[in-house]
């Protein structure tokens, strides 16, 4: 599958099949995380596989009311976590070298793509879940002070398959040289 075909096909998937993922799918996965982007090569990302069924239960409790995620964070065989070491992205030597404090979130962001482009190309199926109470996956993830958790992707194999939904032409969203509308 090329780049542009995984990135047309990718769809968010919110229902899986019983078929087990592979610890062998996994690791291809977490080389797609390890080969993102980021700022300064910070790498800042933290993964955590969620594979016990209670534990996964637990983050499905985490989720905030009517979020479109449960399902899949339900029945998904892996929810995996994506969080960051905090002030490391956008930083140097402790001092913030950006406007926005926040630059972990879109080094996670390319993460999370090379690691759903990556899945789907593999056969499976990702929703992204941000919608939780982040301080309580903290604490059932046991992750310490200076991280954060930021999203929540179920992981399996779809049963179904969404059709496309509808995307802006390119010429709605590009500016040549100066902002116009």
Same mark, same amino acid.
């Given at each position: 599958?090329? /780049? ?20 062998? *799918?996994?690791? *291809? ?7 993102? &982007?980021?700022?300064?090569?910070? *790498?800042? @990302? ?21 979020? &479109? ?7 998904? #065989? ?24 926040? @630059? ?39 992750? &310490?002070?200076?991280?954060?958790? /930021? ?6 194999? #779809? ?5 496309? #939904? ?16």
């Amino acid at each position: 599958m090329d /780049v542009m075909e995984a990135i047309r096909g990718r769809r968010s998937i919110r229902r899986f099949t019983d078929q087990d993922v592979t610890g062998e *799918q996994v690791a *291809q996965l977490l080389e797609a995380v390890r080969w993102a &982007p980021s700022w300064g090569n910070s *790498q800042c @990302w933290e993964v955590f596989v969620v594979r016990d069924r209670q534990t996964r239960e637990q983050l499905y409790d985490a989720l905030r009311p009517r979020n &479109p995620a449960s399902p899949a964070v339900a029945a998904a #065989p892996v929810v995996l976590v994506l969080g960051a070491a905090m002030k490391k992205s956008g930083h140097y030597k402790g001092e913030r070298l950006t406007r926005f404090s926040e @630059w972990f979130l879109y080094d996670l962001g390319l993460a999370t793509q090379n690691l759903c482009l990556a899945a789907h190309s593999l056969g499976l199926g990702t929703v992204i879940a941000g919608a939780f109470d982040h301080d309580r996956v903290k604490d059932i993830l046991a992750v &310490p002070a200076g991280y954060e958790v /930021v999203t929540m992707i179920p992981l399996g194999y #779809p049963d179904h398959e969404p059709a496309a #939904p509808k995307r802006k032409e390119a010429a709605d969203f590009t500016h040549y040289e100066r902002f116009c509308r």
